[in-house]
């Protein structure tokens, strides 16, 4: 619902920001295309850098070990953690988890909580 819309509404101002650049006049249609699939192309290779180590990235698996609770969890402090501050981000980390495809998800015990492994 709510990330389908902004994906959504992300493509169609950037539809109308290419067009406002690349389609009002100052460009012939062609040249037009043709700097529009440049910007594409770099806009993409901005992409390659980003790396979530549960998951991976564009050209590297994820590293061994490494769970969504690890990633998240990382901002707290263990105080915080021993305080239930970070409880709710758990919850999600958690939930993170049990959306992998089925060959890819970590143990979980009855609380949909991940095992260590």
């Not at 950037?14 to 100052?26: P, R």
């Not at 070990?65 to 690890?70: N, Q």
């Not at 105080?79 to 890819?104: C, H």
């Amino acid at each position: 619902g709510i990330c389908a819309g902004f994906i959504g509404a992300g493509g169609n101002a950037g539809s109308v920001v290419t067009q406002a650049i690349f389609f009002k006049g100052a460009y012939t249609t062609h040249l037009g295309i043709t700097y529009m699939g440049i910007m594409i192309v770099a806009v993409t290779l901005l992409v390659i850098p980003v790396y979530f180590p549960m998951w991976g990235g564009m050209f590297c698996g994820p590293k061994k070990g490494v769970t969504e609770a690890d990633y998240y969890l990382a901002d707290f402090t263990e105080e915080e953690k021993e305080a239930g501050v970070a409880s709710s981000i758990l919850k999600f980390a958690n939930e993170a988890a049990s959306e992998r495809a089925a060959v890819n998800r970590p143990a979980m015990d009855q609380d949909n909580i991940t095992l260590p492994k």
